[in-house]
């Protein structure tokens, strides 16, 4: 089992940043893809950033060249840094661990954390 606890968010103003925390305990997430999603009233889910155990990154086009998702296995903790904020980025972000092990899916989901950007 795993369990992710996310924090850093909060209220800021446009052209702003934050850094979101993702913070693993009851395993070691070394092994496991790790990702933060958000979702916005009324909207689905969507991916935001992913980074594979081998530190291989993926970005929603609306994050490219603003956001940054790193990992520090040592610290079991995931960041997704987010500069020039926008009030479309107002969502609740999700932090996601995933991986197939032995034929098995490991998915676990962190609690959220809202981020809110003012115009």
């Known amino acids: 089992q795993v369990e992710l606890v996310e924090s850093g968010g909060g209220l800021v103003q446009a052209g702003g940043s934050l850094r979101l925390s993702c913070a693993a305990s009851?395993?070691?997430?070394?092994?496991?893809?790790m990702a933060w999603y958000r979702q916005a009233p009324g909207k689905e889910r969507e991916l935001v950033a992913a980074?594979?155990?081998?530190?291989?990154?993926d970005y929603a086009d609306s994050a490219k060249g603003r956001f940054t998702i790193s990992r520090d296995n040592d610290k079991n903790t995931v960041y997704l840094q987010m500069n020039s904020l926008k009030p479309e980025d107002t969502a609740v972000y999700y932090c996601?661990?995933?991986?197939?092990?032995?034929?098995?899916?490991?998915?676990?989901w962190g609690q959220g954390t809202q981020v809110t950007v003012s115009s």
């Open positions: 996601n661990a995933d991986r197939l092990f032995h034929g098995t899916l490991d998915n676990y």
């Open positions: 009851g395993n070691t997430v070394s092994s496991f893809t």
């Open positions: 980074i594979t155990n081998g530190g291989v990154t």
